[in-house]
């Protein structure tokens, strides 16, 4: 068990678990996961952390679909910051306690603020990281974000 599994058994929350077995040589952890679970990658979301301000240590979290590429602009404006920049992946493990490629946005060892790109809203249940690279969590992204204390905002350009 992840914490992030913990905390949805813990908070009673429905959900399913995906594990599949990781590739070392896949580009995208993401993709990875929406092509060997099946999945429509519209429904896989990946987690990324990003710092603000030029604040190594001031960290967000951004959870947007495995084929989108986060927009830094819409990550501050979001965080209601001057500016962002994508997260030091070594400062990200440290602070989630995580490692990259299985950063769940559930049960990370300091809350941080997040935010859920708004396609979520679209689906009945989304995938997230559950803690490994390998383990998936399928979810109501209305529970995550309850979870997370988060906010559904546009995060992407596409």
Known sequence: MTPAINLAKKKKVAHTIHQYEHDPRAESYGLEAAEVMGQDPA????????????????LAVAIIPVAHKLNLKLAAKAAKAKKAEMADPEIAQKTTGYVVGGIS??????ALPTFIHSSA????????????????????PKDLA????????????K
């Open 43 to 58: 429904t896989v979301f990946k987690t990324l952390l990003f710092s603000l301000n030029g604040e190594a240590r001031n």
């Open 146 to 157: 309850q979870l997370t204390r988060a906010q559904f905002v546009e995060l992407c350009l």
């Open 121 to 140: 809203l679209q689906n009945e249940t989304i995938c997230v990281s559950a803690g490994k690279r390998g383990l998936e969590i399928e979810l109501a």
């Open 105 to 110: 946005p559930l049960g990370q060892k300091k």
